[in-house]
């Protein structure tokens, strides 16, 4: 008895010898380790992840590219209009293709008309430019609201199968029910972050068309100025 109570000790023993070797020599669990445990939920949101970088840089270098406003530009413009040249101005919008050049040239051709139909074009013409630089953005927004989901449905799937294993072997374990629900947390995790990451792109591009919105806003306060006088 006492032999065999010595040899299931040192068996113990040497296997948590050898854990702790395997943790001490990696540090950690890899990734790609941790990837596997999450179960097949986590290509589509890894997949997700994908998308919303790709989204998240191709939209910011969009609105970078469209919606930056140079105050030199501005001020050169207005002066010509002050000027009376609108042919100037005109030529001086067509050498820029910002967002800012597409709407006002669009609203030099209604100088001479009445203060309703302008403002009405610098609206109009603002959304459609709005719309052209946030094509597909709102799929961040999509991806920010299913991506939990995902890890979620994985987590509770993880979930009814430990209780199920459970009812099978009707073996009620620590181990086993902590072992398994570890795992399958995973992609709750991962469901998380990328939802997280899709979040905050979508709503920080999201504020520089609304910065962009309310500088157009300005300029055409003051162009509406200008053009009274």
Known sequence: MITT???LAQSAGSEYTMQMTETTSSGQI??????????????????????????IIKKYLDIQKSMGI????VAHFNNLLKNGDMKAAANHLNQDSSSYSSIFRHVLGKVGKSNEEIENTIETATNIEVARVSKHLGYLGLIAGIAPMLGFIGTI??????????SLTDNISIGIISGGLYEKMISSGSGLIV?????????????????????VEEEAFEFMNIVSR
């Open 157 to 166: 799937s993880g979930i009814i199968k430990i209780f199920y294993n459970i």
């Open 195 to 215: 939802g997280i990451i899709a979040f905050t792109g979508y709503h920080m591009l999201s504020m520089r068309i609304d910065r962009f919105i309310s500088r």
């Open 30 to 55: 890899s990734f790609l380790t941790l990837f596997l445990k999450g179960g097949y939920i986590l290509f589509p949101i890894v997949l997700l992840s994908f998308v919303s970088v790709y989204l």
């Open 5 to 7: 109570i010595l040899l």
């Open 70 to 73: 140079d105050p030199g530009y």
